[in-house]
């Protein structure tokens, strides 16, 4: 049964709504950046630059580097936005937009997210990247959706109890990334961990200016938790919900974070567009090796 046009939304000239791209217009290998602003900071090492765009948030250059076909793509801040791109980006490759139909044949994306964020972990400093094993996903989005088994309960359960959760606020979930791309990307320059991803910057990441966070010992309880040699590395706003929405659709996706700030020793980079630069060079020489 063809998709309702309420559901898939398509603009006039059939390119997906938000995105305003159509499926010539991406590759197999994307990379995902919150700001729109570090898009170019990405394709400016490309060879060649074959389609650039750009709608609200969303901006999206596709090109070659050393002979590889890439997208990259800024989604914005936020588990919400996050919802937005990997559906549509699922959409775009799976989704015949003249029959409106799921294709026989699905296409798996490779999906790696370049972001800043700041540490947890004392022994984690500034100026260095974290690879994320796992996506601790403490905002909620991913309830809308049937999990399928692609968490992990007794990760879960642990945190939950360590951390002494209040039922007043969304289950945590705990998602791994693709042992794939982590494979491909890991090295001796990166740091492995768990990510949490939290729907704000202020409150819901233990900050406070003038309003009270409803547990004041959150971070500290995180900073302490441990699970089968896992620790919480960093906290930010996309990895969980990119691994949720990732695994549910078929497709892999893996993290890495600049640390621009070390939450547990108050520190916080001088240099925040050298280190990102570093981990731009850094994952597209990895994806071409």
């Known amino acids: 049964m063809p998709i309702k046009e309420s559901e898939l939304i398509l603009n006039p000239d059939n390119s997906i709504y938000h995105l305003n791209l159509k499926p010539e217009h991406v590759a197999k290998t994307i990379i995902l950046v919150g700001d729109q602003d570090r898009v170019e900071k990405v394709s400016k090492y490309f ?11 969303f901006k999206t250059h596709t090109g070659y580097y050393k002979k590889k076909r890439i997208t990259v793509i800024s989604t914005g801040i936020g588990p919400d936005n996050i919802d937005i791109v990997l559906n549509e980006l699922d959409a775009l490759v799976n989704i015949d937009f003249g029959t409106r139909q799921i294709k026989e044949t699905l296409t798996k994306l490779h999906i790696i997210r370049i972001g800043t964020s700041g540490s947890l972990q004392a022994h984690i400093p500034v100026d260095t990247f974290v690879l994320s094993t796992h996506g601790l996903d403490i905002n909620g989005m991913l309830h809308a959706y049937q999990l399928n088994n692609i968490n992990t309960p ?22 791994e990334g693709s042992q794939i791309l982590r494979d491909q990307l890991k090295s001796e320059q990166t740091y492995e961990g768990l990510t949490a991803t939290a729907g704000g910057f202020y409150g819901p990441q233990g900050r406070v200016l003038r309003l009270p966070v409803q547990d004041a010992q959150l971070n500290s309880k995180m ?4 699970y089968n040699n896992i620790r ?7 990895t969980s919900a990119i ?6 659709l078929g497709h892999e996706a893996l993290s890495l974070n600049a640390i621009i700030a070390n939450r547990a020793t108050g520190n916080f980079t001088k240099k925040p567009a050298l280190t990102i630069d570093k981990l731009i060079k850094y994952t597209l020489d990895k994806l071409v090796e």
């Open 223 to 226: 900073d302490n938790f441990e």
């Open 232 to 238: 919480i590395s960093n906290f930010e706003m996309e």
């Open 154 to 175: 007794d990760f879960e359960q642990a945190f939950i109890t360590h951390t002494n959760w209040s039922p007043n606020k969304a289950r945590p979930i705990i998602i």
């Open 47 to 57: 060879d060649r630059i074959e389609f650039k765009i750009q709608k609200r948030e």
């Open 243 to 248: 691994f949720g929405l990732a695994k549910l």
